[in-house]
Protein backbone atom coordinates (compact mmCIF):
# COMPACT_ATOMS: atom_id res chain seq x y z
CA UNK A 1 0.00 0.00 0.00
CA UNK A 2 1.37 3.55 -1.12
CA UNK A 3 1.93 5.94 1.53
CA UNK A 4 2.82 3.60 4.00
CA UNK A 5 -0.31 2.63 6.69
CA UNK A 6 -0.35 5.32 9.23
CA UNK A 7 -0.40 2.22 11.39
CA UNK A 8 2.89 1.30 11.14
CA UNK A 9 4.19 4.94 11.96
CA UNK A 10 4.93 6.27 15.93
CA UNK A 11 1.78 6.61 18.20
CA UNK A 12 2.01 10.49 17.16
CA UNK A 13 1.96 10.32 13.86
CA UNK A 14 -1.14 8.40 14.12
CA UNK A 15 -3.01 10.84 16.36
CA UNK A 16 -1.92 13.66 14.32
CA UNK A 17 -3.26 12.14 11.02
CA UNK A 18 -6.65 10.94 12.83
CA UNK A 19 -7.39 14.63 13.80
CA UNK A 20 -5.82 16.08 10.10
CA UNK A 21 -8.43 14.14 8.17
CA UNK A 22 -11.66 15.65 10.21
CA UNK A 23 -10.47 19.43 9.61
CA UNK A 24 -9.63 19.14 6.45
CA UNK A 25 -12.60 17.81 5.20
CA UNK A 26 -14.46 20.81 7.38
CA UNK A 27 -12.33 22.90 5.48
CA UNK A 28 -13.28 20.91 2.15
CA UNK A 29 -17.02 21.20 2.77
CA UNK A 30 -16.59 24.82 4.47
CA UNK A 31 -18.90 26.65 1.51
CA UNK A 32 -21.30 23.89 1.97
CA UNK A 33 -21.47 24.06 5.52
CA UNK A 34 -21.66 27.78 4.80
CA UNK A 35 -24.81 27.47 2.90
CA UNK A 36 -26.35 24.81 5.08
CA UNK A 37 -26.07 26.97 8.29
CA UNK A 38 -27.57 29.87 6.39
CA UNK A 39 -30.72 27.71 5.59
CA UNK A 40 -31.54 27.24 9.55
CA UNK A 41 -31.37 30.86 10.14
CA UNK A 42 -34.61 33.15 10.33
CA UNK A 43 -34.07 36.40 7.68
CA UNK A 44 -34.29 38.75 10.32
CA UNK A 45 -30.22 37.60 11.25
CA UNK A 46 -29.84 38.70 7.79
CA UNK A 47 -31.27 42.07 7.81
CA UNK A 48 -29.79 42.62 11.50
CA UNK A 49 -26.14 41.75 9.52
CA UNK A 50 -25.80 38.49 11.90
CA UNK A 51 -24.85 36.32 9.37
CA UNK A 52 -22.20 34.12 10.87
CA UNK A 53 -22.72 34.65 14.28
CA UNK A 54 -25.18 32.19 16.47
CA UNK A 55 -28.54 32.11 14.48
CA UNK A 56 -30.85 33.82 16.83
CA UNK A 57 -33.55 31.39 16.38
CA UNK A 58 -33.56 27.56 14.51
CA UNK A 59 -35.87 27.86 11.76
CA UNK A 60 -35.14 24.42 9.36
CA UNK A 61 -38.59 23.75 9.43
CA UNK A 62 -39.94 26.89 8.76
CA UNK A 63 -37.68 27.94 6.10
CA UNK A 64 -37.97 24.38 4.12
CA UNK A 65 -41.29 24.46 4.78
CA UNK A 66 -41.63 27.99 2.74
CA UNK A 67 -39.94 26.26 -0.48
CA UNK A 68 -41.95 23.09 -0.32
CA UNK A 69 -45.44 25.16 0.55
CA UNK A 70 -44.74 28.38 -0.74
CA UNK A 71 -43.19 28.37 -4.14
CA UNK A 72 -42.76 26.29 -7.69
CA UNK A 73 -40.14 24.03 -5.72
CA UNK A 74 -41.87 20.66 -5.67
CA UNK A 75 -42.70 21.29 -9.25
CA UNK A 76 -39.97 21.97 -10.85
CA UNK A 77 -38.73 18.95 -8.23
CA UNK A 78 -41.03 16.43 -10.23
CA UNK A 79 -40.37 17.79 -13.26
CA UNK A 80 -36.90 16.39 -12.96
CA UNK A 81 -37.91 13.21 -11.77
CA UNK A 82 -40.38 13.32 -14.57
CA UNK A 83 -37.46 13.75 -16.97
CA UNK A 84 -35.13 12.15 -15.13
CA UNK A 85 -36.24 8.80 -14.97
CA UNK A 86 -37.48 7.93 -18.17
CA UNK A 87 -34.05 8.77 -19.37
CA UNK A 88 -32.19 7.07 -17.79
CA UNK A 89 -34.44 3.59 -18.30
CA UNK A 90 -34.28 5.19 -22.28
CA UNK A 91 -30.40 5.39 -21.82
CA UNK A 92 -29.72 2.27 -20.05
CA UNK A 93 -31.91 0.52 -22.45
CA UNK A 94 -30.87 1.77 -25.59
CA UNK A 95 -27.38 0.78 -24.48
CA UNK A 96 -27.99 -2.90 -23.24
CA UNK A 97 -28.71 -3.28 -26.73
CA UNK A 98 -25.80 -1.12 -28.53
CA UNK A 99 -23.03 -2.90 -26.12
CA UNK A 100 -24.01 -6.13 -26.94
CA UNK A 101 -23.96 -5.62 -30.43
CA UNK A 102 -20.73 -4.06 -30.42
CA UNK A 103 -19.36 -6.00 -27.86
CA UNK A 104 -20.21 -9.53 -29.03
CA UNK A 105 -19.92 -9.03 -32.49
CA UNK A 106 -17.24 -8.90 -35.08
CA UNK A 107 -18.54 -7.21 -38.56
CA UNK A 108 -17.21 -4.34 -40.40
CA UNK A 109 -17.53 -0.44 -39.17
CA UNK A 110 -17.73 -2.33 -35.25
CA UNK A 111 -15.20 -0.51 -34.20
CA UNK A 112 -15.88 2.95 -36.63
CA UNK A 113 -19.69 2.99 -34.99
CA UNK A 114 -17.91 2.42 -31.54
CA UNK A 115 -15.87 5.46 -31.68
CA UNK A 116 -18.66 7.23 -32.94
CA UNK A 117 -20.40 6.94 -30.12
CA UNK A 118 -17.26 7.96 -27.98
CA UNK A 119 -16.44 11.55 -29.46
CA UNK A 120 -20.23 11.85 -29.91
CA UNK A 121 -20.11 12.03 -25.91
CA UNK A 122 -17.05 14.39 -25.86
CA UNK A 123 -18.19 17.01 -28.27
CA UNK A 124 -19.07 20.70 -26.70
CA UNK A 125 -23.18 21.30 -26.11
CA UNK A 126 -23.04 24.52 -28.45
CA UNK A 127 -21.94 22.85 -31.60
CA UNK A 128 -25.38 20.75 -31.12
CA UNK A 129 -27.70 23.65 -29.71
CA UNK A 130 -29.08 25.60 -32.73
CA UNK A 131 -30.00 21.97 -34.55
CA UNK A 132 -30.98 20.64 -31.55
CA UNK A 133 -33.38 23.21 -30.23
CA UNK A 134 -34.93 23.88 -33.69
CA UNK A 135 -35.63 19.96 -34.58
CA UNK A 136 -37.62 20.53 -31.01
CA UNK A 137 -39.38 23.58 -31.97
CA UNK A 138 -40.55 21.53 -35.36
CA UNK A 139 -41.76 18.53 -34.14
CA UNK A 140 -43.59 20.65 -30.95
CA UNK A 141 -41.96 19.38 -27.83
CA UNK A 142 -40.51 22.58 -27.42
CA UNK A 143 -40.94 23.66 -23.28
CA UNK A 144 -42.08 20.18 -22.99
CA UNK A 145 -40.23 17.35 -20.61
CA UNK A 146 -40.56 15.17 -23.69
CA UNK A 147 -38.66 17.20 -25.65
CA UNK A 148 -35.92 17.27 -22.82
CA UNK A 149 -36.31 13.36 -22.58
CA UNK A 150 -35.51 12.74 -26.24
CA UNK A 151 -32.47 14.58 -26.35
CA UNK A 152 -30.90 13.34 -22.91
CA UNK A 153 -31.42 9.49 -23.94
CA UNK A 154 -30.26 10.14 -27.78
CA UNK A 155 -26.89 12.20 -25.79
CA UNK A 156 -26.35 9.73 -23.04
CA UNK A 157 -26.45 7.01 -25.37
CA UNK A 158 -23.29 7.60 -26.00
CA UNK A 159 -21.38 7.37 -22.77
CA UNK A 160 -23.58 4.59 -22.08
CA UNK A 161 -22.27 2.55 -24.66
CA UNK A 162 -19.28 3.33 -24.23
CA UNK A 163 -19.30 1.46 -20.45
CA UNK A 164 -22.16 -1.12 -21.49
CA UNK A 165 -19.57 -2.60 -24.73
CA UNK A 166 -16.31 -2.61 -22.43
CA UNK A 167 -18.62 -4.05 -19.45
CA UNK A 168 -19.76 -7.19 -22.28
CA UNK A 169 -16.20 -7.17 -23.80
CA UNK A 170 -14.86 -8.58 -20.33
CA UNK A 171 -17.77 -11.06 -19.78
CA UNK A 172 -16.91 -14.61 -20.69
CA UNK A 173 -16.99 -15.23 -24.48
CA UNK A 174 -17.23 -18.87 -23.70
CA UNK A 175 -20.75 -18.79 -22.39
CA UNK A 176 -22.03 -17.19 -25.83
CA UNK A 177 -20.22 -19.65 -27.89
CA UNK A 178 -21.66 -22.76 -25.88
CA UNK A 179 -24.58 -21.48 -25.83
CA UNK A 180 -24.66 -21.11 -29.87
CA UNK A 181 -23.18 -24.52 -30.08
CA UNK A 182 -26.46 -25.36 -28.27
CA UNK A 183 -28.63 -23.95 -31.17
CA UNK A 184 -29.91 -21.10 -28.73
CA UNK A 185 -30.74 -17.98 -30.95
CA UNK A 186 -28.82 -14.63 -30.57
CA UNK A 187 -31.86 -12.82 -28.61
CA UNK A 188 -32.38 -15.65 -26.30
CA UNK A 189 -28.56 -15.30 -25.92
CA UNK A 190 -29.20 -11.71 -25.04
CA UNK A 191 -32.20 -11.53 -22.94
CA UNK A 192 -31.68 -15.08 -20.61
CA UNK A 193 -27.33 -15.14 -20.73
CA UNK A 194 -26.15 -11.73 -21.49
CA UNK A 195 -28.35 -9.32 -19.40
CA UNK A 196 -28.66 -11.38 -16.44
CA UNK A 197 -24.70 -10.80 -15.72
CA UNK A 198 -24.99 -6.99 -16.89
CA UNK A 199 -27.33 -6.23 -13.65
CA UNK A 200 -24.01 -4.60 -12.16
CA UNK A 201 -23.65 -2.72 -15.61
CA UNK A 202 -27.22 -1.27 -15.12
CA UNK A 203 -26.99 -0.18 -11.58
CA UNK A 204 -23.89 1.35 -11.86
CA UNK A 205 -25.01 3.43 -15.11
CA UNK A 206 -28.36 4.04 -14.01
CA UNK A 207 -26.96 6.24 -10.58
CA UNK A 208 -24.44 8.18 -13.04
CA UNK A 209 -27.06 9.03 -15.58
CA UNK A 210 -29.64 10.25 -12.71
CA UNK A 211 -26.95 12.35 -11.60
CA UNK A 212 -25.70 13.63 -15.17
CA UNK A 213 -29.18 14.13 -16.17
CA UNK A 214 -30.77 15.77 -12.73
CA UNK A 215 -27.67 18.33 -12.84
CA UNK A 216 -28.37 19.37 -16.16
CA UNK A 217 -28.80 23.17 -16.49
CA UNK A 218 -27.79 24.05 -20.47
CA UNK A 219 -30.54 22.01 -22.14
CA UNK A 220 -32.98 22.75 -19.25
CA UNK A 221 -32.42 26.64 -20.13
CA UNK A 222 -32.29 25.50 -24.47
CA UNK A 223 -35.16 23.41 -24.25
CA UNK A 224 -37.92 24.56 -21.70
CA UNK A 225 -38.46 27.90 -20.40
CA UNK A 226 -41.69 27.72 -18.00
CA UNK A 227 -42.59 25.70 -14.68
CA UNK A 228 -44.75 23.29 -16.89
CA UNK A 229 -41.98 21.85 -18.21
CA UNK A 230 -38.34 23.56 -16.49
CA UNK A 231 -36.11 20.92 -14.41
CA UNK A 232 -35.20 21.95 -11.06
CA UNK A 233 -31.44 23.19 -12.03
CA UNK A 234 -33.29 25.48 -13.98
CA UNK A 235 -35.96 26.24 -11.61
CA UNK A 236 -33.76 27.26 -8.68
CA UNK A 237 -32.87 30.59 -10.82
CA UNK A 238 -36.46 31.36 -10.67
CA UNK A 239 -36.95 30.91 -7.73
CA UNK A 240 -33.96 32.91 -6.92
CA UNK A 241 -35.34 35.95 -8.02
CA UNK A 242 -38.73 35.46 -6.37
CA UNK A 243 -36.81 35.18 -2.86
CA UNK A 244 -33.96 37.64 -4.24
CA UNK A 245 -31.43 38.41 -1.21
CA UNK A 246 -33.29 35.76 1.20
CA UNK A 247 -30.67 34.36 1.86
CA UNK A 248 -31.90 31.81 4.16
CA UNK A 249 -34.49 30.70 1.49
CA UNK A 250 -32.37 30.59 -1.52
CA UNK A 251 -29.96 28.78 0.56
CA UNK A 252 -32.18 26.06 1.84
CA UNK A 253 -33.78 26.03 -2.13
CA UNK A 254 -30.62 25.27 -2.94
CA UNK A 255 -29.83 22.52 -0.89
CA UNK A 256 -33.29 20.90 -2.03
CA UNK A 257 -32.06 21.53 -5.36
CA UNK A 258 -29.05 19.06 -4.52
CA UNK A 259 -30.19 16.65 -2.89
CA UNK A 260 -31.78 14.04 -5.11
CA UNK A 261 -28.48 12.97 -6.67
CA UNK A 262 -26.54 12.95 -3.13
CA UNK A 263 -29.11 10.92 -1.45
CA UNK A 264 -28.71 8.72 -5.13
CA UNK A 265 -25.05 8.90 -4.35
CA UNK A 266 -24.67 7.76 -0.72
CA UNK A 267 -27.33 4.80 -0.97
CA UNK A 268 -25.61 3.50 -4.24
CA UNK A 269 -22.20 4.15 -3.54
CA UNK A 270 -20.32 1.31 -4.47
CA UNK A 271 -22.07 1.36 -8.00
CA UNK A 272 -21.88 4.84 -8.41
CA UNK A 273 -18.24 4.77 -7.77
CA UNK A 274 -17.61 1.11 -9.66
CA UNK A 275 -19.54 3.43 -12.56
CA UNK A 276 -17.68 6.46 -12.44
CA UNK A 277 -13.82 4.95 -12.37
CA UNK A 278 -14.87 2.23 -15.10
CA UNK A 279 -11.39 2.17 -17.15
CA UNK A 280 -9.22 3.76 -13.86
CA UNK A 281 -7.59 0.56 -13.65
CA UNK A 282 -6.41 -1.78 -16.06
CA UNK B 1 -14.14 -15.80 -33.57
CA UNK B 2 -15.19 -19.07 -34.48
CA UNK B 3 -19.00 -19.89 -36.03
CA UNK B 4 -20.01 -23.32 -35.35
CA UNK B 5 -20.28 -25.20 -38.63
CA UNK B 6 -23.60 -24.49 -40.45
CA UNK B 7 -26.10 -26.71 -41.50
CA UNK B 8 -26.58 -26.57 -45.39
CA UNK B 9 -30.63 -26.05 -45.12
CA UNK B 10 -31.04 -22.59 -43.78
CA UNK B 11 -33.24 -19.63 -44.37
CA UNK B 12 -31.36 -16.77 -45.48
CA UNK B 13 -31.99 -14.66 -41.92
CA UNK B 14 -30.61 -17.99 -40.13
CA UNK B 15 -27.23 -17.89 -42.42
CA UNK B 16 -26.55 -14.26 -41.82
CA UNK B 17 -27.62 -13.53 -38.57
CA UNK B 18 -24.43 -12.80 -37.46
CA UNK B 19 -24.48 -9.65 -38.83
CA UNK B 20 -28.48 -9.28 -38.91
CA UNK B 21 -28.74 -9.50 -35.41
CA UNK B 22 -26.05 -7.02 -34.40
CA UNK B 23 -27.58 -4.57 -37.09
CA UNK B 24 -31.23 -4.79 -35.64
CA UNK B 25 -29.67 -4.26 -32.14
CA UNK B 26 -27.75 -0.97 -32.83
CA UNK B 27 -30.20 0.50 -35.26
CA UNK B 28 -32.04 2.05 -32.30
CA UNK B 29 -29.37 2.99 -30.72
CA UNK B 30 -27.52 4.76 -33.67
CA UNK B 31 -30.89 6.54 -35.06
CA UNK B 32 -30.96 8.45 -32.16
CA UNK B 33 -28.26 9.12 -31.70
CA UNK B 34 -27.42 10.58 -35.33
CA UNK B 35 -30.71 12.29 -35.19
CA UNK B 36 -29.59 14.26 -32.07
CA UNK B 37 -25.89 14.48 -31.74
CA UNK B 38 -23.76 13.55 -35.15
CA UNK B 39 -26.12 15.30 -37.61
CA UNK B 40 -26.66 18.68 -35.23
CA UNK B 41 -22.71 18.98 -35.79
CA UNK B 42 -22.85 18.89 -39.87
CA UNK B 43 -26.18 21.40 -39.22
CA UNK B 44 -23.88 23.45 -36.85
CA UNK B 45 -21.40 24.36 -40.02
CA UNK B 46 -23.49 24.88 -42.64
CA UNK B 47 -25.86 27.30 -40.19
CA UNK B 48 -22.16 28.95 -39.53
CA UNK B 49 -22.55 30.28 -43.09
CA UNK B 50 -25.74 32.10 -42.67
CA UNK B 51 -27.08 35.04 -41.19
CA UNK B 52 -30.38 33.73 -39.47
CA UNK B 53 -32.52 34.95 -36.12
CA UNK B 54 -33.74 31.31 -35.83
CA UNK B 55 -37.42 32.43 -36.98
CA UNK B 56 -38.88 30.59 -39.99
CA UNK B 57 -37.08 28.14 -41.85
CA UNK B 58 -33.65 28.58 -42.21
CA UNK B 59 -33.63 28.23 -46.15
CA UNK B 60 -36.38 31.05 -46.69
CA UNK B 61 -35.65 33.60 -44.09
CA UNK B 62 -31.83 32.86 -43.58
CA UNK B 63 -29.62 34.91 -45.64
CA UNK B 64 -26.58 32.88 -47.04
CA UNK B 65 -23.26 34.93 -46.10
CA UNK B 66 -20.18 32.33 -46.75
CA UNK B 67 -17.43 33.20 -44.37
CA UNK B 68 -18.94 36.35 -43.30
CA UNK B 69 -19.26 35.25 -39.80
CA UNK B 70 -16.26 33.95 -39.08
CA UNK B 71 -14.68 37.17 -40.45
CA UNK B 72 -16.72 39.09 -38.19
CA UNK B 73 -15.22 36.90 -35.44
CA UNK B 74 -11.87 37.75 -36.22
CA UNK B 75 -12.35 41.56 -35.62
CA UNK B 76 -14.85 40.58 -32.21
CA UNK B 77 -13.28 41.85 -29.18
CA UNK B 78 -15.72 40.03 -26.94
CA UNK B 79 -14.72 36.49 -28.90
CA UNK B 80 -10.73 37.16 -28.00
CA UNK B 81 -11.67 37.71 -24.54
CA UNK B 82 -13.65 34.51 -24.55
CA UNK B 83 -11.48 32.61 -26.10
CA UNK B 84 -8.69 33.94 -23.82
CA UNK B 85 -10.80 32.78 -20.74
CA UNK B 86 -11.16 28.86 -22.27
CA UNK B 87 -7.28 29.23 -21.90
CA UNK B 88 -7.37 29.63 -18.82
CA UNK B 89 -9.72 27.74 -18.16
CA UNK B 90 -7.83 25.01 -19.31
CA UNK B 91 -4.51 25.66 -17.97
CA UNK B 92 -5.66 25.80 -14.56
CA UNK B 93 -8.75 23.18 -14.86
CA UNK B 94 -5.83 20.49 -15.44
CA UNK B 95 -4.60 22.18 -11.80
CA UNK B 96 -7.53 19.17 -10.35
CA UNK B 97 -5.39 15.90 -11.30
CA UNK B 98 -2.13 16.88 -8.94
CA UNK B 99 -5.23 17.92 -6.58
CA UNK B 100 -6.85 14.96 -6.71
CA UNK B 101 -3.70 12.90 -6.73
CA UNK B 102 -2.54 14.73 -3.07
CA UNK B 103 -5.94 14.08 -1.60
CA UNK B 104 -6.75 11.03 -2.73
CA UNK B 105 -2.44 10.47 -1.27
CA UNK B 106 -3.49 11.51 2.08
CA UNK B 107 -6.93 9.61 2.18
CA UNK B 108 -5.17 6.34 1.27
CA UNK B 109 -5.38 4.72 4.74
CA UNK B 110 -7.09 2.68 6.77
CA UNK B 111 -8.12 4.42 10.02
CA UNK B 112 -11.70 3.69 11.57
CA UNK B 113 -14.31 5.54 9.34
CA UNK B 114 -12.54 6.41 6.42
CA UNK B 115 -14.78 5.12 4.12
CA UNK B 116 -16.76 7.97 5.35
CA UNK B 117 -14.63 10.16 4.72
CA UNK B 118 -14.14 9.32 1.27
CA UNK B 119 -17.58 9.88 0.22
CA UNK B 120 -17.22 13.37 1.91
CA UNK B 121 -14.71 14.35 0.17
CA UNK B 122 -16.54 13.03 -2.79
CA UNK B 123 -19.94 14.85 -2.83
CA UNK B 124 -19.06 17.93 -4.25
CA UNK B 125 -18.73 16.03 -7.22
CA UNK B 126 -22.25 15.05 -6.66
CA UNK B 127 -24.11 18.44 -6.26
CA UNK B 128 -24.96 19.89 -9.72
CA UNK B 129 -22.94 22.89 -10.77
CA UNK B 130 -25.85 25.44 -10.27
CA UNK B 131 -25.86 24.83 -6.46
CA UNK B 132 -21.97 24.88 -6.91
CA UNK B 133 -22.03 28.05 -8.14
CA UNK B 134 -24.86 29.68 -5.49
CA UNK B 135 -22.77 28.20 -2.96
CA UNK B 136 -19.29 29.69 -4.16
CA UNK B 137 -21.27 33.18 -4.91
CA UNK B 138 -22.36 33.50 -1.10
CA UNK B 139 -19.04 32.62 -0.21
CA UNK B 140 -17.33 35.50 -2.04
CA UNK B 141 -20.32 38.03 -1.04
CA UNK B 142 -18.61 41.09 -0.28
CA UNK B 143 -18.05 42.18 3.69
CA UNK B 144 -20.80 39.20 4.43
CA UNK B 145 -19.07 35.92 2.31
CA UNK B 146 -17.09 33.93 4.58
CA UNK B 147 -14.34 34.31 2.31
CA UNK B 148 -14.57 37.91 3.65
CA UNK B 149 -15.26 37.33 6.97
CA UNK B 150 -11.74 35.21 7.15
CA UNK B 151 -10.13 38.36 5.03
CA UNK B 152 -11.49 40.71 7.12
CA UNK B 153 -9.44 39.02 10.64
CA UNK B 154 -6.54 39.98 8.48
CA UNK B 155 -7.63 43.18 7.44
CA UNK B 156 -8.13 43.00 3.94
CA UNK B 157 -10.67 41.99 1.75
CA UNK B 158 -11.71 41.40 -1.89
CA UNK B 159 -14.76 41.51 -4.23
CA UNK B 160 -13.84 38.41 -6.03
CA UNK B 161 -16.69 38.34 -8.47
CA UNK B 162 -17.09 41.88 -8.79
CA UNK B 163 -13.67 42.51 -10.25
CA UNK B 164 -13.02 41.73 -13.83
CA UNK B 165 -9.39 40.92 -13.17
CA UNK B 166 -10.19 38.40 -11.02
CA UNK B 167 -13.66 36.86 -11.49
CA UNK B 168 -12.70 34.35 -14.01
CA UNK B 169 -10.34 32.73 -11.51
CA UNK B 170 -12.85 33.09 -9.05
CA UNK B 171 -15.36 31.00 -11.19
CA UNK B 172 -12.43 28.31 -12.04
CA UNK B 173 -11.77 27.79 -8.24
CA UNK B 174 -15.47 27.08 -7.86
CA UNK B 175 -14.94 24.75 -10.68
CA UNK B 176 -12.09 22.86 -8.95
CA UNK B 177 -14.18 21.53 -6.16
CA UNK B 178 -16.01 19.51 -7.76
CA UNK B 179 -13.23 18.16 -10.28
CA UNK B 180 -10.93 17.86 -7.64
CA UNK B 181 -12.86 15.69 -5.87
CA UNK B 182 -13.51 13.54 -8.95
CA UNK B 183 -9.98 13.15 -9.73
CA UNK B 184 -9.77 12.04 -6.14
CA UNK B 185 -11.85 9.13 -6.56
CA UNK B 186 -10.10 7.96 -9.92
CA UNK B 187 -6.64 7.86 -8.06
CA UNK B 188 -8.27 6.20 -5.05
CA UNK B 189 -9.39 3.26 -7.44
CA UNK B 190 -5.98 3.49 -9.06
CA UNK B 191 -3.95 3.85 -5.81
CA UNK B 192 -6.31 0.44 -4.31
CA UNK B 193 -5.20 -1.49 -7.83
CA UNK B 194 -1.55 -1.18 -7.54
CA UNK B 195 0.73 -4.10 -7.30
CA UNK B 196 2.10 -4.32 -3.66
CA UNK B 197 4.42 -6.55 -3.98
CA UNK B 198 6.52 -3.92 -6.41
CA UNK B 199 5.87 -1.90 -3.52
CA UNK B 200 7.67 -4.14 -1.09
CA UNK B 201 10.04 -4.65 -4.07
CA UNK B 202 11.07 -0.82 -4.24
CA UNK B 203 10.53 -0.57 -0.33
CA UNK B 204 13.72 -2.83 -0.44
CA UNK B 205 15.45 -1.02 -3.04
CA UNK B 206 15.49 1.71 -0.73
CA UNK B 207 12.91 3.78 -2.79
CA UNK B 208 10.27 5.91 -0.71
CA UNK B 209 8.51 9.66 -0.17
CA UNK B 210 8.55 10.80 -4.16
CA UNK B 211 11.50 8.76 -5.42
CA UNK B 212 8.71 6.06 -4.94
CA UNK B 213 5.47 7.93 -6.20
CA UNK B 214 7.23 9.21 -9.17
CA UNK B 215 9.05 6.00 -10.66
CA UNK B 216 6.92 3.12 -9.23
CA UNK B 217 2.85 4.49 -8.38
CA UNK B 218 2.66 7.02 -11.02
CA UNK B 219 3.16 4.65 -13.78
CA UNK B 220 0.72 1.85 -12.65
CA UNK B 221 -2.05 4.94 -12.04
CA UNK B 222 -1.61 5.91 -16.13
CA UNK B 223 -5.03 4.62 -16.60
CA UNK B 224 -6.48 6.69 -13.72
CA UNK B 225 -4.14 9.83 -15.04
CA UNK B 226 -5.40 9.57 -18.48
CA UNK B 227 -9.12 9.92 -17.64
CA UNK B 228 -8.81 12.22 -15.05
CA UNK B 229 -7.25 14.57 -18.50
CA UNK B 230 -10.09 13.27 -20.79
CA UNK B 231 -12.81 14.52 -18.03
CA UNK B 232 -11.05 17.54 -16.80
CA UNK B 233 -10.24 19.12 -20.41
CA UNK B 234 -13.95 17.89 -21.46
CA UNK B 235 -15.30 19.79 -18.12
CA UNK B 236 -12.65 22.95 -18.50
CA UNK B 237 -14.16 23.32 -22.24
CA UNK B 238 -17.56 22.54 -21.12
CA UNK B 239 -18.01 25.49 -18.39
CA UNK B 240 -21.06 26.77 -18.63
CA UNK B 241 -23.48 26.87 -15.61
CA UNK B 242 -20.88 28.03 -12.79
CA UNK B 243 -20.28 30.97 -15.28
CA UNK B 244 -24.30 31.72 -16.00
CA UNK B 245 -25.16 31.40 -12.60
CA UNK B 246 -22.14 33.43 -10.55
CA UNK B 247 -21.65 36.39 -12.84
CA UNK B 248 -23.68 35.93 -15.78
CA UNK B 249 -20.57 36.68 -18.23
CA UNK B 250 -19.83 40.03 -16.16
CA UNK B 251 -18.51 42.52 -14.88
CA UNK B 252 -18.24 43.93 -18.26
CA UNK B 253 -18.19 40.30 -20.29
CA UNK B 254 -14.79 39.56 -18.88
CA UNK B 255 -15.78 35.86 -17.36
CA UNK B 256 -17.35 34.61 -20.53
CA UNK B 257 -16.25 31.83 -22.24
CA UNK B 258 -16.84 30.52 -26.02
CA UNK B 259 -19.53 28.47 -24.45
CA UNK B 260 -21.30 31.13 -22.78
CA UNK B 261 -20.93 33.74 -25.59
CA UNK B 262 -22.26 31.30 -27.81
CA UNK B 263 -25.08 30.75 -26.03
CA UNK B 264 -25.64 34.60 -25.82
CA UNK B 265 -25.48 35.17 -29.12
CA UNK B 266 -28.00 32.70 -30.11
CA UNK B 267 -30.70 32.80 -28.00
CA UNK B 268 -30.09 35.69 -24.88
CA UNK B 269 -31.69 39.15 -24.80
CA UNK B 270 -28.57 40.32 -27.17
CA UNK B 271 -30.69 38.76 -29.93
CA UNK B 272 -30.97 35.86 -31.99
CA UNK B 273 -27.78 35.61 -34.32
CA UNK B 274 -28.39 31.28 -34.93
CA UNK B 275 -25.68 31.77 -38.10
CA UNK B 276 -22.79 34.02 -35.58
CA UNK B 277 -23.54 31.59 -32.80
CA UNK B 278 -22.87 28.52 -34.43
CA UNK B 279 -19.73 29.65 -35.81
CA UNK B 280 -18.46 30.62 -32.36
CA UNK B 281 -19.79 26.67 -31.83
CA UNK B 282 -17.93 25.87 -34.94
CA UNK B 283 -14.45 27.27 -33.25
CA UNK B 284 -15.21 25.21 -29.98
CA UNK B 285 -15.60 22.33 -31.18
CA UNK B 286 -12.56 23.00 -33.80
CA UNK B 287 -10.40 23.34 -30.31
CA UNK B 288 -12.65 20.21 -28.56
CA UNK B 289 -11.82 17.97 -31.59
CA UNK B 290 -7.65 18.26 -31.53
CA UNK B 291 -8.23 16.84 -27.82
CA UNK B 292 -11.03 14.24 -28.76
CA UNK B 293 -8.70 13.14 -31.51
CA UNK B 294 -5.99 13.08 -29.24
CA UNK B 295 -8.21 10.93 -27.06
CA UNK B 296 -9.64 8.55 -29.58
CA UNK B 297 -6.25 7.82 -30.95
CA UNK B 298 -4.66 6.70 -27.40
CA UNK B 299 -7.90 4.50 -27.21
CA UNK B 300 -7.99 2.85 -30.77
CA UNK B 301 -4.39 2.22 -29.74
CA UNK B 302 -5.27 0.60 -26.53
CA UNK B 303 -7.96 -0.90 -28.59
CA UNK B 304 -5.77 -2.75 -30.99
CA UNK B 305 -3.39 -3.98 -28.26
CA UNK B 306 -6.05 -5.85 -26.75
CA UNK B 307 -7.54 -7.47 -29.72
CA UNK B 308 -5.79 -11.14 -30.26
Known amino acids: MFPTPIEKRSRGAQITYQSLVPMALILWLLPLLAVALFSIRPGVDFSNGNYWGMPSSFELFTNYGKVFFESDMPRYLWNSVLITVPTVIGAVALSCMTGFALGIYRFRGNLLIFFMFIAGNFVPFQILMVPVRDLTVDVGLYDTKMGLVLFHIAFQTGFCTLFMRNFIRALPYELIEAARVEGVKEWRIFWYIVLPLMKPAIAALSVLIFTFVWNDYFWAVVLTQGPDAQPVTAGITSFNSQFVAQYHLMSAGSLVAALPPVLMFFLMQRHFIAGLTLGAVK | ?308
Request: glycine share 8%; proline share 5%; charged share 10%.
Open chain 2, 1 to 308: MTTAPEPPAQGWLQRHRMIITPLMFLLPGVAFFAVYVISPIFQSFYISTFEWNGLGSLSEQGEFVGLQNYRELMADRNFEVSLWNNVKWLALYLLAIPGGLFIALFLNQTIRGIRLYKSLFFFPFVISQVVVGLVFSWFYLPNVGLLNVVLGWFGTEVNILGNPDLATYGIIAAGLWPQTAYCMILYLTGLNAVDPEQIEAARLDGAKGPRMLWHVILPQLRPATFIAFVVTIIGALRSFDLISVMTNGGPFGSTRVLSFYMFEKALSEYGFRMGYGSAIAVILFLIMLIFISYFLWTMWRDERGARH
